[in-house]
């Protein structure tokens, strides 16, 4: 931010930040503590007779508060900033970690079943953490999405998100190393380990504004050293860079020539097309632009700023709007992405809550060298598969999405089949694999395209929808995956409930029947393989719904780019220089 006498403005990598960078990863790593849940419900289950169907319904409430809250976590980081939520965090996930170790430790006592009372309470308490864990990644991610511009921003979220990604991981190789076995110290580890780093970020999650001047900060020198630009350095830009891909104009001529009026048409057309759209902010002039001299190729000449990028006074994110609220929810596109999203997560939901139960379905089918401490280390290597590859992902979409729109000139959207593609395979996967010994594979996929999917979706949403209401507008589209997740993974509790095996029918040995639970299915891939054909039609929906929202995003950039308005575009004026002229 700027300094109080020089009016300078931090570096894209200046220590504010790169620190800022790295709290927020911290924080979102202590948030997605829910992706863990696979890692103790099965014992959770166990020790308090809980069926299949409670179980799920004790996951899926931990999901309701992670996407449920959305929209109010949303506006309230959008409206005062990350640290009345960081606080929030601090509390939800303590108290709510701490409940579900409290009941745990009580276990039935003298009663056949949990009470209904107690059922309610470990519930809330999940819910309670969902809710903590969202506030934790709202206000991280939000706050780098403010910090860095756009042609890093892919990078950066999806640096913050994998570190949400790579939580389970986190604690679940924490507990295994400390507290082997031990599931209420795990708990404890959970209660204490997400809720101290909130500490931290309240202190150091601060977004660091970018240059009202623009997206990319000064690196050097102050604000004071740059001029509006005339118009007769103006009128020196190449055609072909006036006519750019952007829907936003900020280059138009502030004198009352005849010129000018040629340009009304165009203005009015703009603004007619937007009608409706709060908040489309317009720079009448480009300032803070050294007015010196320009290169052979027509750009400003400036040691402040990387070369082939020009300053602009005000500029609107992707497409150039700024949807929110009502307008956001009559957009075609916010649906094709809710509906998407509520497929996909879905299915990744369902198999990151009960991959723990498939395991053990795996693990003691025809097993009579079963024993309860092997299952839970299959268990918990599946988690960690699972948490490493969905890290992975999250980081690696960054990338590709970026290189997508910054090298192969084609919207990000591209990339939204690919991931598709990914969560279908994963499913075919696990439909064959009948071996625990091979279902590292599957969870390899769907860590890695669950990662993708949410590495990539909220930078299409700024693209789409616009910056400055983005945590509202995530917090909207993050209400779908309780829906997909909450049908794919009560009806996956309800088959493995309906395959249960009595333990006494089983070829495991005697003192495996006894700590294994009453409503366990043993009979190996058959308990569930059923529920994953409708996982594989969300999905080859989702395929249909991404590939036609490619589609979509691709006319509209051609659109734009063969748009009447002379205009300079802040992302594309670079890639322009030295191409071919546009047709007139």
């Not at 350095?233 to 829907?247: G, L, M, T, V």
């Not at 709060?278 to 720079?283: C, I, L, N």
């Not at 300032?287 to 500029?315: D, M, N, Q, V």
């Not at 909220?458 to 993050?478: D, K, M, R, Y």
Request: proline content about 5%; some cysteine; hydrophobic content about 45%.
């Amino acid at each position: 931010m700027r300094g109080s006498g020089s009016g300078t403005v931090p570096g894209l990598f200046s220590v504010a930040r790169l620190t800022t960078l790295v709290t927020s990863i911290l924080v979102s790593l202590s948030s997605g503590s829910n992706y863990v849940v696979s890692a103790y419900l099965p014992q959770l289950g166990a020790r308090l007779h809980l069926t299949h169907t409670q179980l799920n319904v004790f996951a899926v409430a931990g999901n309701v508060g992670v996407y449920m809250t959305g929209p109010f976590v949303g506006k309230v980081v959008d409206a005062n900033g990350p640290r009345p939520l960081l606080i929030a965090a601090f509390i939800f996930l303590l108290s709510g970690y701490s409940g579900i170790r409290g009941v745990f430790d009580a276990g039935l006592g003298d009663e056949a079943k949990l009470s209904e009372l107690h059922l309610v309470l470990l519930v809330t308490c999940s819910f309670i953490t969902g809710v903590g864990g969202h506030a934790g990644m709202a206000s991280a991610m939000n706050t780098t999405a403010k910090t860095f511009p756009d042609h890093f921003r892919a990078i950066v979220v999806g640096l913050v998100m994998a570190g949400f990604g790579l939580s389970a991981f986190f604690f679940s190789s924490i507990s295994h190393i400390l507290f082997p076995g031990n599931t209420s110290d795990f708990l404890l580890v959970l209660s204490l380990g997400t809720a101290l780093p909130m500490i931290l970020g309240f202190f150091f999650v601060r977004p660091i504004p970018l240059p009202s001047n623009g997206i990319t900060p000064v690196e050097d020198g102050s604000l004071n050293d740059y001029q509006p630009l005339s118009v007769s350095d103006a009128d020196e830009f190449p055609h072909h860079i006036r006519r750019s891909s952007s829907s936003v104009p900020l280059l138009f001529h502030p004198d009352g020539n005849e010129e000018e009026e040629t340009r009304k048409p165009a203005l009015q057309h703009s603004a007619q097309r937007h009608a409706g759209t709060p908040h489309v902010t317009v720079s009448d002039s480009l300032e803070l632009s050294p007015s010196a001299s320009f290169h052979s190729r027509g750009l400003p000449h400036t040691t402040s700023l990387p070369e082939g990028e020009l300053p602009t006074e005000k500029i609107v994110e992707g497409r150039g709007v700024d949807l929110y609220r009502w307008t956001l929810w009559k957009s075609v596109d916010f649906w094709v992405m809710c509906l998407s999203h509520s497929l996909l997560a879905g299915t990744g939901l369902m198999y990151i809550n009960n991959v723990g139960s498939i395991a053990q379905a795996l693990f003691a089918h025809d097993n009579p060298a079963y024993n309860e401490a092997e299952s839970s280390a299959w268990q918990a290597a599946q988690v960690s598969v699972l948490s490493l590859a969905n890290c992975f992902g999250r980081i690696i979409i960054g990338f590709a999405a970026d290189a997508a729109k910054s090298r192969i000139r084609v919207p990000r959207s591209f990339c939204l089949p690919l991931v598709v593609v990914v969560f279908i395979l994963a499913i075919l996967s696990l439909m064959v694999i009948d071996d625990v010994h091979n279902l590292w594979m599957a969870s390899g996929l769907v860590g890695f395209a669950y990662g993708c999917w949410f590495g990539l979706l909220p930078t299409i949403a700024i693209e789409w929808f616009g910056l400055a209401h983005f945590s509202e507008n995530w917090g909207g589209v993050s209400i779908f995956p309780v829906l997909g997740g909450n049908v794919l993974s009560i009806a996956f509790g309800r088959n493995l409930d309906a395959h249960e095996t009595p333990s006494s029918s089983s070829n495991l040995p005697a003192d495996a029947q006894q700590s294994t639970s009453a409503h366990q299915c043993l009979v190996g891939r058959e308990c569930y393989i059923q529920s994953l054909y409708w996982n594989l039609l969300a999905c080859m929906i989702a395929l249909c719904l991404s590939v036609w929202a490619g589609k979509r995003d691709w006319s509209h950039s051609r659109s734009q780019l063969r748009g009447p308005m002379d205009i300079v575009g802040w992302e594309t004026v670079g890639e322009d220089i030295g191409s071919e002229e546009l047709d007139p």
